[in-house]
């Protein structure tokens, strides 16, 4: 590997698991979600600013409003929390229609808030108003993702990717598929559809047409997908090393093999590509976070950081030059492009 381009600006210990990590808007702050509940508010120095209590029972995921200040989070005491990250303070406490909420996510301006418990998905606006609540699903639902460009939420679940119209909660589309779903990913173009599945596949859809064609052979079940900004590359998990999809010939990867990126010697556990750039970064539970640019094909790994323990999750700054990463025991380290 040439010289190391990650460079480590600053650590620090929170009490438990890190379990998410979002940016504010502007870059200037990180929220850092802790298993055990307490969101932290970080500053782009990495001192700690205000605690707030999440959720009982455990913080399930976090999404930083888009252009805003406001903070939703989920959690195991049934609830979808929003923030007000400047006043550390709650603004509403929504129902999220089971026991545990397992997503938010935010549409790309910030107006409209999707949440998900159980087989229920529900849709707010940006002050906790219910704006929707969509039909239940087959089974539990296991991830959701706006479609680019849209307000067209896509609910992945057992047997089906449903997409539906946030404006009348009407089915817009529906990619049905015998198999468990785990987690989903659009590409930025709005084109093509892929998800991870329990059975160790990778499925696409094609928006336009319908086609969809699937990818085998991997390790483990992949929950890790990550797209690049151009729409023609998609980096999947499902073991130790993030396989690199070429989407951008006439078939798409049909019949192609992926790029084999070699570094890690235990299972992935986040891929993150920037929102602008080509540099990939892998996260996995040997403790290592590695940077890639895989245009690079004779040496691609570009950067490498080694936490103690297990590595949990990552998120690239809006300005794509900081990479922060979570570790099992709760430390939050900020590494700097240099």
Known sequence: MAANKLRVA????LPDHIIGLAWSPDGSRLAAATVSGP?????SNGKSGSQLQGHGFG?????WQPNGDRLASAGQDGAVRLWNTSAASEVAALEGGAAWVERVKWNADGTLLATSA???????????NLVQELPPQAGT???LAWRPGTNHLTVLGYGAANIYDSANGQLVK????KGSPLALAWSPDGKVLAHGNQDSTVHFWYAATGVDLQMSGFLSKVRELAWEHGSRYLATGGGHMPCLWDCGGPKGPEGS?????EGHED??????????GYLLASAALDGRVLLWQPANKKAPKVGEFQFEVEATTLAWSPDDKSLAAGSDRGVVAMLKLG
């Open 10 to 13: 600053w650590r620090t210990e």
């Open 39 to 43: 969101i932290f508010l970080l500053d």
């Open 59 to 63: 913080t399930a995921s976090i999404a």
């Open 118 to 128: 159980g087989k229920k998905t529900r849709i707010w606006d940006s002050v906790g």
């Open 141 to 143: 639902v296991t991830d």
């Open 174 to 177: 529906s990619f049905g598929w």
């Open 257 to 261: 093999t992926p790029q084999m990126l």
């Open 267 to 276: 299972n992935l556990s986040a891929l993150a590509y920037q929102a602008r």
